[in-house]
C-alpha cells in the first residue's frame, strides 16, 4: 500500500488550539473569539438588500418596506451592491499590476531591479507587436511597462490581452459589451453605474460586473503576472514545504505577507545574503529563515522555494508561535489584527505600503528606487529583535508537508509533453494536455482557488473537494490560499498520486507532477485562463465547451468576486461555496445562475453543501464530455 500520508484537518486544528493556549497566556484575541461575537450576522447585509449609496438612506428591503426611498428595489439594490463588490475586486487587483509595471519601469542593468526573463518579455513584445530588433532589452522594459500603463486609462480599444481568446470570442464579448475597455474605465463606469439614479435594471448590472472583472482578468491581473514572470523570472517546478513547520525555532523568522513580489522578493535576497546570515549568528541565531502567509507566500514559493507558513486564517498563528521576529506585509489580506496581536509578543509589525496602513505597526515605506535599502533596514530590524523572543512562548507546531510548486502555464506544457506517446511537441503546444482529456484518462481539470472564510471549516472544504476530485481522474489547478491548503495538507507532494483515480494517477507518474498543480497567485488566475484560451485553440473549441470549471469553495474578498466574474465571462462555470450576498433578489440570482450564459456559455452555482458542490462539478465536467462526444 501508499506511503502516502496526508496532514488533517483534525491535526491542523489541535495546532491551532495548541498556539490559541499561547494566545490565551498573553491575552491576545484571535478572528475564532471576534467571529463568535459578529455572530449571526446582519441579515439585510447577507442578502444584500441594505443600500446606503444615498444619505435619504440607509434603506433596508422587507415584505413590508419592498423599496427604498427612491423607488428602487431588491433587485436593483442586490444589483448595484454585487457591482460595486466586483468594482473594488478589479480596482484592487489592477492596481497590485499597475504597481507591477511601474516596478518595471524602474528596472535597470544596476538597479534594484532587473530583467530575470528576457525572453518573455520578448515574447511579450511581439504579441502587441512593438519593435524589438537591436533594442536594449532595458529600454525594451521601459516601453512595455509604458505601454501596459495606457492599458489602464486608454480611450479607445479593448484590453490588448482578448487577442488570446480563441477566434470568435472577442467578438462575441464586444457584441454582447462585456469586452473590457481601459480597466480604470471599466472600475470608474461601475461605480458611475452604482450611483444613487444610475442603473437598477439587473441585467445591466450584472453585465457591467463581468465587464469589469474582465478588465481584471485579461487586463490588470494579467499584466501583473506576465510583468512578474519578467522581472522576478518565470515559475518552474521547484520543491518547498507548507504549514507552521516551516518556521525554524533557532533562526530569525522574518514572514512576508500580501500580494506583490517587489516587497518580498527584495526581502528574501536581502535575508539570504552573507552580510545578514553573518549578522544573524553574531546575534545569537542559527540564521534566517524567510516563509509566507497568502499570495506573496505563493509568488516567492513559486520562484525560490520559500516555504509556506500558511494562508488566509493562519496569519494569526504565525505571530501566535511567539517565533516571529518580523511579519512584514504588503497589500491586501492583512488583519488589522496583526498590530494588537504583535504588542502582546516580541513581534514586529511592518507595514510597507502607503495603500495599506495600519495602527500599531512600524511603517517602512518601501518603493522601486529605495527598496534594497528598505529591505535591507527591515531584515536587520527583525534580526535585531531576536533577542526579544520570550522563550517560554515559543511553539511551532511540528507540522509541515512536502510541496511541489511552480506551474506556469510554460512549466505545464515543458512538463507534460513527454506523457503521451505522440512526439513531443516541439511548438509548445497543449496537445499532449488535450490528449490525455480527450482519451478520458483524465476527465476534466478544476481550477481551485479564493480564500478561507470562518463560514466554512478553514481548509476543509479545499481539501474534500480536491481529494475527490482527483479521485475522479479529474486534474486540479490551484492558486491562492487554496493552493496553501492543498500543499499544507499533502496534496502537492508527487506521493498524492496514491488518492487519485487510475487515469490522472498515470499521468503524474509519466509526467512526474503531483495531482494538484500550484499555478500561483491570486492574480496568476490569468494564468489559468491562458491556459484554458490554450486548450480551447490547440482544439479548435470555444473556451466554454472545454470540461474545464472553477471553483472557490471558501472565498471570502471582493477580489474573489471579480476573478468569479472574470471567470464566468471568459467562459467557465464557475461554483461557490459561499453566497455573494445576492439571495435577496430572484432575478439576481437567475441571472447569475442561468442569464449570462447568454453572454458568455458560462454561468455560477452557489451550493454551501461541500459534498454536494463536488457532484455538481463533476456532474459538469461529465456533460460537457458528452456534449463534444469524447
Ligand atoms: Fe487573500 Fe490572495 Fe483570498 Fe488568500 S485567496 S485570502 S484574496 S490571499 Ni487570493
Ligand atoms: Fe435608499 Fe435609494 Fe438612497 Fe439607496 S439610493 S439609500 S435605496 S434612497
Redesign the pocket.
Known amino acids: 500500500m501508499s506511503e502516502f500520508k496526508m496532514t488533517t484537518i483534525e491535526e491542523m486544528e489541535a495546532a491551532t488550539n495548541r498556539l490559541l493556549e499561547t494566545g490565551a497566556k498573553v491575552g491576545a484575541d484571535a478572528w475564532q473569539f471576534r467571529v463568535k461575537n459578529q455572530t449571526p450576522h446582519c441579515k439585510f447585509g447577507e442578502q444584500g438588500v441594505c443600500c446606503r449609496i444615498c444619505a435619504m438612506g440607509p434603506c433596508r428591503i422587507t415584505p413590508k418596506a419592498p423599496r427604498g426611498i427612491c423607488g428602487c428595489d431588491a433587485h436593483g439594490i442586490v444589483g448595484r451592491n454585487f457591482l460595486k463588490f466586483t468594482a473594488a475586486g478589479a480596482a484592487t487587483h489592477s492596481d497590485h499590476g499597475r504597481e507591477i509595471c511601474h516596478t518595471l519601469y524602474c528596472t535597470a542593468e544596476d538597479g534594484n531591479y532587473k530583467v530575470k526573463d528576457p525572453d518573455k518579455l520578448l515574447r511579450l513584445a511581439k504579441e502587441w507587436g512593438v519593435e524589438t530588433e537591436g533594442k536594449d532589452i532595458y529600454d525594451l522594459a521601459h516601453e512595455m511597462a509604458e505601454i501596459g500603463l495606457m492599458e489602464y486609462g486608454k480611450p479607445f480599444g479593448y484590453q490588448k490581452f482578448l487577442d488570446r481568446m480563441p477566434e470568435g470570442q472577442k467578438e462575441k464579448l464586444i457584441e454582447n459589451e462585456i469586452a473590457p475597455r481601459a480597466i480604470d474605465r471599466e472600475v470608474s463606469t461601475s461605480l458611475h453605474m452604482a450611483h444613487m439614479g444610475c442603473s437598477s435594471l439587473p441585467e445591466a448590472l450584472v453585465k457591467q460586473s463581468l465587464r469589469a472583472g474582465m478588465a481584471d482578468g485579461w487586463g490588470g491581473s494579467m499584466m501583473g503576472t506576465e510583468f512578474s514572470d519578467v522581472l522576478f523570472g518565470t515559475p518552474k517546478p521547484i520543491d518547498t514545504e507548507a504549514n507552521l513547520g516551516v518556521m525554524v525555532a533557532e533562526n530569525v523568522n522574518i514572514v512576508v505577507h500580501g ?1 506583490d513580489p517587489s516587497l518580498s522578493e527584495m526581502i528574501c535576497e536581502y535575508a539570504d545574503s552573507p552580510e545578514m546570515i553573518a549578522y544573524a549568528k553574531e546575534m545569537g541565531a542559527k540564521g534566517i529563515t524567510v516563509s509566507g502567509v ?2 506573496t507566500s ?1 509568488e516567492v514559493a513559486m520562484r525560490r522555494g520559500v516555504p509556506m507558513a500558511g ?2 486564517l493562519q496569519q494569526e498563528n504565525v505571530v501566535l508561535t511567539g517565533a516571529c521576529e518580523a511579519i512584514v506585509v504588503d497589500v ?2 492583512i488583519f488589522p489584527a496583526l498590530g494588537p496581536l504583535s504588542k502582546c509578543f516580541h513581534t514586529k509589525f511592518v507595514t510597507t505600503s502607503p495603500i495599506a496602513q495600519m495602527p500599531d505597526s512600524e511603517f517602512i515605506r518601501f518603493n522601486a528606487e529605495t527598496a534594497g535599502e528598505n529591505a535591507k533596514a527591515i531584515v536587520k530590524m527583525a534580526i535585531e529583535n531576536f533577542k526579544n523572543r520570550k522563550p517560554e512562548l515559543v511553539h511551532i507546531p511540528d507540522m509541515k508537508a512536502k510541496a511541489t510548486v511552480g506551474y506556469s502555464v510554460e512549466a505545464i506544457v515543458k512538463t507534460l509533453d513527454g506523457v503521451t506517446n505522440s512526439q513531443v511537441d516541439e511548438t509548445g503546444t497543449t496537445k499532449p494536455l488535450l490528449e490525455c482529456i480527450t482519451s478520458g484518462v483524465i476527465r476534466g481539470a478544476v481550477a481551485m ?4 472564510n470562518p463560514k466554512i471549516r478553514p481548509d476543509y472544504a479545499h481539501i474534500e473537494l480536491m481529494k475527490k476530485l482527483i479521485a475522479n481522474d479529474i486534474i486540479v489547478i490551484a ?4 493552493a496553501q491548503a492543498a500543499a499544507k495538507a499533502g496534496l502537492m507532494d508527487k506521493s498524492a498520486k496514491e488518492i487519485c483515480g487510475a487515469g490522472l494517477k498515470r499521468v503524474c507518474e509519466l509526467a512526474d507532477i503531483p495531482p494538484v498543480l500550484h499555478m500561483g ?2 492574480v496568476d488566475i490569468s494564468r489559468m485562463m491562458i491556459l484554458a484560451a490554450e486548450l480551447a485553440k490547440d482544439s479548435g473549441l470555444q473556451i466554454n465547451q472545454l470540461p474545464v470549471v472553477g471553483c472557490a469553495p471558501e ?3 471582493e ?2 468576486v471579480s476573478i468569479g466574474n472574470y471567470v464566468v465571462g471568459t467562459g467557465i462555470d464557475t461554483f461557490l461555496g459561499v453566497d455573494p450576498y445576492v439571495s435577496g433578489s430572484s432575478e439576481m440570482c437567475e441571472l447569475l445562475t442561468e442569464g449570462t450564459r447568454k453572454w458568455t456559455g458560462a454561468a455560477y452555482t452557489v451550493e454551501t453543501d461541500i459534498e454536494k458542490l463536488t457532484d455538481l462539478m463533476i456532474e459538469r465536467i461529465e456533460e460537457k464530455r458528452t456534449a463534444l462526444g469524447i
Open positions: 500580494h497568502c499570495c505563493n494562508n488566509f491586501q489580506c482557488v479564493g480564500c478561507n492558486s491562492g490560499c487554496s497567485s491570486c472565498w471570502m474578498s477580489k474573489a
